[in-house]
């Protein structure tokens, strides 16, 4: 994916994270070296030796982070047959009877959403329409698989209705992943290109693997496409402190040092649309429930002691109010640094704890739009804030912006869009109050999030994104389809229009 490097660019108008630097607003060129800028003046101010990118007016941005990928997962998506215009149980069923078969012998749909389906998922129903090649249809959330019985006796799973939740669910997309790892390596170098042309220059990732083995298969393949940091699960948790691994690590052989060891990553509760999301209040249609804690307290205690005191950060999943809460708790008791992910129900009193204790708050602004109809049914009677964003903001905290992909699109554009206008294909916004600026939401999406962004400043990372139009100015159309001319990775483009 290597392009041309670049050692300066002019004629650009310098917005977001680093435009309060400037003198005036008007055209800027800069000198890049070694990677990083070496010098910004006004236009014509400068002598511009090299290659030089020719800017003309177009407005330049920082480098683009998505806080929360499953990259291999979304890199195998596009593969795979999109169910999320399925209206029913029995359409996605007779849509997945005429999927192709992949080679390793399965149908794999994925982006199911049944929560608003008339019908449940049944085995009956899958298993008539798709006979005795294994299917699985994989819902929008990741946290459950539908599948039918050729593939229970595949996978070695029993379930009656043929929905397979949370911890089988989880395993059986790792075996669909792991597959064919040099396939999935192809599809993976293909994302970084597409993420490219959509301005992205890091991404976290958080696959449920053993990602050093993966991230450094693709380093000595010589990936170069995107800044990358992954996670470390439970599981893998000793084998990483025993490799010596530490969060912030360059990985052995990465090529620029742009692979790096993420947080470890704890999955502690559910998601709203499997029901599953540990909730102080009962979900609207089942006063008996209240989803489930996958991790208790005291496990999740334990593990943070430990990944702390081996020099890990902390990223944990926690999605109801009940989750967060406990997930605060053990942030306090250890001492730990961190993430919680999703953060999509937080009780009022615990979001001013995001800030006291340090605690990034990495949301996913798309999903929001995507379970509103959701969250203002099944979720009607909790007492938590849904979807917190501007609340976050006003307390203090460090919003980081992500996507979840493959959950929605790895494209931070769009997770802007979500979060400055809350809204989508033209309905009023939802809980308007929870709106930020463009400006916010900007830094949000830069490498350190909201309260310490990536800046385009003298001696800071030559990451830089050329947009063909202001981002201050675009509508919600004109912000979630916005032209990238060019993406720069330490001054090497990475995608150029």
């Known amino acids: 994916m290597s392009g041309r490097t670049f050692d300066a660019v002019r004629g650009a108008r310098i917005v977001g994270p680093g435009a309060e630097l400037l003198?005036?607003?008007?055209?800027?060129d800069l000198l890049l070296a070694d990677g990083r800028i070496a010098d910004i003046a006004p236009t014509g101010a400068l002598r511009l030796p090299g290659d030089v990118l020719e800017a003309e007016g177009?407005?330049?941005?920082?480098?683009l982070w998505d806080h929360?990928?499953?990259a291999t997962q979304y890199a195998l998506a596009v593969r795979r047959v999109p169910l999320d215009a399925m209206g029913s149980a029995a359409e996605a069923a007779r849509r997945m009877a005429d999927a192709p078969i992949l080679a390793d012998g399965r149908r794999i749909g994925v982006g199911m959403r049944d929560a608003f389906w008339p019908d449940?998922?049944?085995?009956?129903l899958l298993d008539a329409a798709t006979g005795d090649v294994p299917t699985y249809l994989i819902n929008a959330d990741l946290h459950?698989?539908?599948?039918?019985?050729?593939?229970?006796?595949?996978?070695?799973?029993d379930t009656p209705d043929g929905v397979l939740r949370e911890g089988p669910a989880f395993e059986v997309g790792l075996r669909m992943n792991l597959g064919d790892p040099l396939s999935a390596d192809a599809a993976v170098l293909a994302m970084a290109a597409d993420a490219a042309r959509r301005g992205v220059v890091g991404i976290v990732d958080l696959d449920l693997m053993w990602n050093a083995e993966s991230w450094s298969r693709r380093a000595a393949a010589g990936f170069d496409g995107l800044r990358v940091e992954f996670g470390i699960y439970p599981n893998d948790l000793e084998r990483a402190i025993a490799a010596g691994l530490r969060t912030g690590d360059v990985l052995a052989g990465a090529p620029q040092d742009l692979i790096r060891v993420g947080p470890m990553?704890?999955?502690?509760?559910?998601?709203l649309g499997t029901r599953t999301a540990a909730c102080s209040h009962p979900y609207g249609d089942d006063p008996a429930d209240r989803g489930v804690l996958a991790v208790p307290p005291e496990e999740l205690l334990a593990l943070m002691m430990t990944a702390t005191g081996a020099g890990f950060a902390s990223a944990i999943h926690a999605i109801g109010d009940e989750a967060n809460r406990f997930a605060l708790d053990a942030f306090a008791a250890t001492g730990a640094w961190g993430t919680i992910e999703h953060a999509q129900l937080v009780a009022r009193s615990d979001i001013p704890r995001f800030a006291r204790l340090g605690v990034g708050a990495s949301v996913q602004p798309a999903h929001a739009i995507d379970d509103r109809d959701l969250t203002d049914t099944i979720w009607a009677d909790q007492t938590a804030t849904a979807y917190p964003l501007r609340s976050?903001?006003?307390?203090g905290?460090?919003?980081?912006?992500?996507?979840?992909?493959?959950?929605?699109?790895?494209?931070?554009?769009?997770?802007?869009?979500?979060?400055?206008?809350?809204t989508r294909d033209g309905r009023e916004p939802w809980r308007a109050e929870e709106t930020l600026p463009l400006e916010t939401a900007l830094a949000a999406s830069t490498h350190r999030g909201s309260l310490h962004p990536s800046s385009i400043e003298v001696g800071g990372r030559a990451d830089l994104v050329l947009c063909a139009e202001d981002p201050r100015r675009a509508d919600e159309p004109g912000l979630r389809s916005m032209e990238v001319r060019a993406t720069l990775l330490s001054g090497r483009a990475t995608h150029l229009a």
């Open 23 to 28: 003198p005036d607003a008007g055209l800027h």
């Open 58 to 63: 177009a407005f330049l941005v920082p480098g």
């Open 68 to 70: 929360h990928v499953h």
């Open 120 to 124: 449940a998922p049944s085995l009956e």
């Open 144 to 157: 459950s698989v539908w599948v039918n019985s050729a593939a229970l006796a595949r996978e070695g799973f």
């Open 265 to 271: 990553k704890v999955i502690t509760d559910g998601s």
């Open 392 to 395: 976050f903001i006003d307390a």
């Open 397 to 422: 905290a460090n919003v980081l912006l992500g996507s979840d992909a493959p959950v929605a699109p790895l494209d931070p554009w769009v997770s802007m869009a979500a979060a400055v206008f809350r």
